[in-house]
Protein backbone atom coordinates (compact mmCIF):
# COMPACT_ATOMS: atom_id res chain seq x y z
CA UNK A 1 0.00 0.00 0.00
CA UNK A 2 1.40 3.20 -1.10
CA UNK A 3 1.63 5.82 1.87
CA UNK A 4 2.54 9.64 1.75
CA UNK A 5 3.11 11.64 4.42
CA UNK A 6 3.35 14.88 4.61
CA UNK A 7 4.76 16.70 7.88
CA UNK A 8 6.64 20.20 9.20
CA UNK A 9 3.16 22.74 8.54
CA UNK A 10 1.74 25.12 11.24
CA UNK A 11 1.78 29.01 12.05
CA UNK A 12 4.23 31.28 10.95
CA UNK A 13 4.90 34.77 10.65
CA UNK A 14 5.14 36.76 7.81
CA UNK A 15 9.01 36.24 6.23
CA UNK A 16 9.51 33.68 8.20
CA UNK A 17 10.62 29.64 6.67
CA UNK A 18 9.47 26.60 7.37
CA UNK A 19 10.00 22.83 5.81
CA UNK A 20 7.71 20.25 4.29
CA UNK A 21 8.78 16.96 4.68
CA UNK A 22 6.87 14.29 2.86
CA UNK A 23 7.72 10.30 3.02
CA UNK A 24 7.21 7.66 0.90
CA UNK A 25 6.60 4.14 1.80
CA UNK A 26 5.17 0.76 -0.57
CA UNK A 27 6.75 1.99 -3.93
CA UNK A 28 9.78 2.45 -5.45
CA UNK A 29 10.57 6.15 -4.91
CA UNK A 30 13.36 7.07 -7.12
CA UNK A 31 11.19 5.31 -9.90
CA UNK A 32 8.97 8.71 -9.55
CA UNK A 33 9.42 12.43 -9.90
CA UNK A 34 7.62 14.03 -7.23
CA UNK A 35 6.04 17.40 -7.05
CA UNK A 36 4.35 19.44 -4.23
CA UNK A 37 1.22 21.50 -4.95
CA UNK A 38 -0.45 23.31 -2.56
CA UNK A 39 -4.49 24.59 -2.38
CA UNK A 40 -5.82 28.32 -0.70
CA UNK A 41 -8.60 28.53 0.64
CA UNK A 42 -11.29 28.68 -1.16
CA UNK A 43 -9.05 28.02 -4.55
CA UNK A 44 -7.96 25.47 -6.29
CA UNK A 45 -5.05 23.00 -6.54
CA UNK A 46 -1.74 24.79 -8.34
CA UNK A 47 1.25 22.88 -8.58
CA UNK A 48 4.39 25.15 -6.38
CA UNK A 49 7.24 22.95 -7.22
CA UNK A 50 8.62 19.53 -9.05
CA UNK A 51 11.83 17.55 -8.84
CA UNK A 52 13.09 14.80 -11.47
CA UNK A 53 13.49 11.51 -10.24
CA UNK A 54 17.17 11.84 -10.00
CA UNK A 55 16.52 15.01 -8.21
CA UNK A 56 18.98 16.41 -11.33
CA UNK A 57 16.31 18.89 -11.92
CA UNK A 58 13.36 20.92 -10.94
CA UNK A 59 11.00 23.66 -11.79
CA UNK A 60 8.83 25.73 -9.77
CA UNK A 61 5.73 28.18 -9.92
CA UNK A 62 6.62 31.89 -10.71
CA UNK A 63 4.94 32.79 -7.33
CA UNK A 64 7.82 31.16 -5.19
CA UNK A 65 10.62 31.17 -7.42
CA UNK A 66 13.67 32.42 -5.90
CA UNK A 67 11.99 31.54 -1.94
CA UNK A 68 11.38 27.54 -2.21
CA UNK A 69 13.51 24.91 -2.54
CA UNK A 70 12.53 21.03 -3.34
CA UNK A 71 14.95 18.49 -3.03
CA UNK A 72 14.72 14.56 -2.12
CA UNK A 73 16.67 12.01 -0.98
CA UNK A 74 16.27 8.60 -2.32
CA UNK A 75 17.79 6.58 0.35
CA UNK A 76 15.20 8.45 2.40
CA UNK A 77 12.10 8.06 0.24
CA UNK A 78 11.65 11.87 1.62
CA UNK A 79 11.14 14.73 -0.45
CA UNK A 80 11.35 18.60 0.96
CA UNK A 81 10.19 21.32 0.50
CA UNK A 82 12.16 24.22 1.96
CA UNK A 83 10.38 27.71 2.06
CA UNK A 84 12.10 31.06 3.08
CA UNK A 85 10.73 34.60 3.00
CA UNK A 86 7.13 33.04 3.68
CA UNK A 87 4.39 35.52 2.24
CA UNK A 88 0.25 35.56 3.61
CA UNK A 89 -0.53 34.31 0.00
CA UNK A 90 1.91 31.26 0.62
CA UNK A 91 -1.22 29.97 3.05
CA UNK A 92 -2.93 26.99 1.63
CA UNK A 93 -2.97 23.05 2.16
CA UNK A 94 0.21 21.71 0.77
CA UNK A 95 0.48 18.29 -0.91
CA UNK A 96 2.87 16.05 -2.44
CA UNK A 97 2.39 13.95 -5.13
CA UNK A 98 4.54 11.20 -6.66
CA UNK A 99 3.98 10.20 -10.34
CA UNK A 100 5.57 8.30 -12.91
CA UNK A 101 3.54 9.03 -15.94
CA UNK A 102 1.48 5.50 -15.14
CA UNK A 103 1.07 5.92 -11.48
CA UNK A 104 0.10 8.62 -9.48
CA UNK A 105 -0.40 9.28 -5.53
CA UNK A 106 -1.20 12.31 -2.84
CA UNK A 107 -0.69 12.79 0.17
CA UNK A 108 -3.48 13.88 2.73
CA UNK A 109 -1.83 17.39 3.08
CA UNK A 110 -0.34 19.88 5.66
CA UNK A 111 -1.54 23.47 6.38
CA UNK A 112 0.88 26.26 6.48
CA UNK A 113 -0.54 29.64 7.63
CA UNK A 114 1.39 32.50 7.18
CA UNK A 115 -0.11 35.42 9.16
CA UNK A 116 0.77 38.00 11.76
Known amino acids: QVQLVESGGGLVQPGGSLRLSCAAS????????MNWHRQPPGKGRELVAA????????IYADSVKGRFTISRDNADNTVYLQMNNLKPEDTAVYFCQAANGQDNYWGQGTQVTVSS
Open 51 to 58: ITRAGDSS
Open 26 to 33: GLTFSRYA
